[in-house]
């Protein structure tokens, strides 16, 4: 907890303490429109949206090792989504955050690359991991491919992101440290996470290109959640 006290000392230098810049005022103008775009759609409205299911697995994925099997994917014209934990890949090109010294399972690769030919960073690009092909269900056949344009909601937030990497055939539920650290989740590869109550869904048939563009993603993901939840 911050202690909120202030000796005569700390009170008057202050006082004489410049006053926040324009070029730094400007800067938190353009962070905080950013957040307000990301938020266009409400969290609300999109949970509304997919409260029913219809699965399109055939079957069900466990949200780790050793859980029980009771996730399914489901979808609608539109989208695929499924409601799950949210595990942290901190996969891909090598950070401060993420690396072999802070994730015992770290990996250089992701399943999908930069237009440039690097792996993606985890670090700060917003992106989430689908489950490998298998009899389960197989993301391919649903209109989704690297860059597909998900949105991904935690409380009553909202995050676009991109479809990055793939994870393990019969577990589901997992992002990228930029995507957890965007929603407010603990984006700590060894413990970080949430061990429930996110949903992610992926709109159909729509990719971000070049992938890493971060800002594309939110374009569409604005648009395409609009049309999903059936706003004007």
């Not at 901190?90 to 993420?98: A, L, Q």
């Not at 399943?111 to 989430?128: C, F, H, M, N, V």
């Amino acid at each position: 907890m911050r202690v909120q006290s202030l000796t005569l000392a700390a009170a008057s230098a202050a006082l004489l303490a410049p006053t926040t810049s324009p070029a730094t005022e400007l800067a938190a103008a353009r962070t905080e429109q950013a957040v307000r775009r990301e938020g266009d759609v409400e969290a609300a409205d999109l949970l509304a949206r997919v409260r029913e299911c219809a699965p399109v697995s055939r079957g069900h994925y466990r949200s780790d090792d050793g859980t029980a099997a009771t996730i399914p994917v489901c979808g609608t014209r539109q989208a695929v989504f499924w409601k799950a934990d949210m595990d942290i890949d901190c996969d891909g090109r090598p950070g401060s955050h993420c690396n072999r010294r802070t994730d015992p399972l770290f990996s250089d690769a992701t399943a999908y690359q930069q237009s440039d030919g690097r792996y993606l960073s985890a670090e700060t690009l917003p992106y989430i991991v689908v489950p490998a092909p298998s009899g389960i269900w197989d993301y391919r056949e649903h209109g989704v491919r690297g860059g597909a344009v998900a949105a991904v909601v935690y409380g009553d937030r909202v995050q676009y992101a991109v479809v990055g990497d793939v994870g393990p055939d019969r577990i589901i539920g997992e992002a990228s440290y930029a995507t957890a650290k965007a929603l407010g989740i603990r984006p700590d590869p060894r413990g970080g996470g949430a061990p429930s109550g996110v949903t992610y869904i992926v709109f159909k048939d729509v990719q971000v290109k070049p992938i890493e563009d971060h800002a594309a993603a939110v374009a569409a993901g604005e648009r395409l959640a609009r049309l999903f939840v059936g706003a004007k």
